[in-house]
């Protein structure tokens, strides 16, 4: 069985393709995949969404209100089961990234009806303790796994090694290439069962950095 840790920045755009590569690898692979989309919060993703090559102190911190906001909403919605959280994420994300909607509490609260989570429960669970617990637990775990950027994933193979593949450019090809290094599938099997997507073609035709934790 294979066991993926996807890190993702919330709002990004190469996250979504690697959530969406990840989620395709696990359709056409005939043995189980366990994947987890964690969310990622640090300097780096705040510095990149800032707009400004100085922004002020007040820029800054209303960036990373945005993102940790986003954060604890997937955290809630999570709570309602992994499914339907990995589906407000990739709505989440095609809303702001895709259509250009500024986050806000109107908008989670419309994708979270769209997925059919108790809107109550959600709203509660957004200023909860638990999900800014789980937030920590989040970035512990991406600190353990030296973790640094976002869209990197963690990859076992539970029925080999107690050793997980760092990968930092999750492409189609490049999960390809993992499964057949781990011996689960051959690359030309998955490639040939699967018609590319245009969201998994940046990168094509490079060998996964790979390293081994």
Known sequence: MLEVYLFVNPLGARCMRSEQ??????DHLTSK????????????IVEQALPTV??????????FQTYYQAILAYKAALFQGKRKGRQFLLNLQTAVINDHQALSTDLTRSLAQTCRL???????DCQSDLAKQAFQTDQKLAAEMKIQQPSS???????????GLL???VTYEA?????????VATKAALIQDSTPAPLA????????????L
């Open 201 to 212: 073609a940046e990168g094509m035709g490079h060998r996964p950095h790979l390293h081994v």
């Open 175 to 183: 999960l390809c290439d993992v499964c057949e290094h781990q011996g």
């Open 33 to 44: 995949v366990s994947f987890q989309f964690v969310p990622l919060l640090n300097q780096q």
């Open 21 to 26: 590569n990840i989620m395709k690898l696990a």
């Open 153 to 163: 994933a963690v990859i076992f193979n539970c029925d080999v090694s107690e050793y």
């Open 54 to 63: 100085h922004p002020s102190l007040a820029q800054r911190n209303d960036c």
């Open 167 to 169: 990968l930092n450019d």
């Open 118 to 124: 108790d809107l109550d429960m959600f709203e509660e």
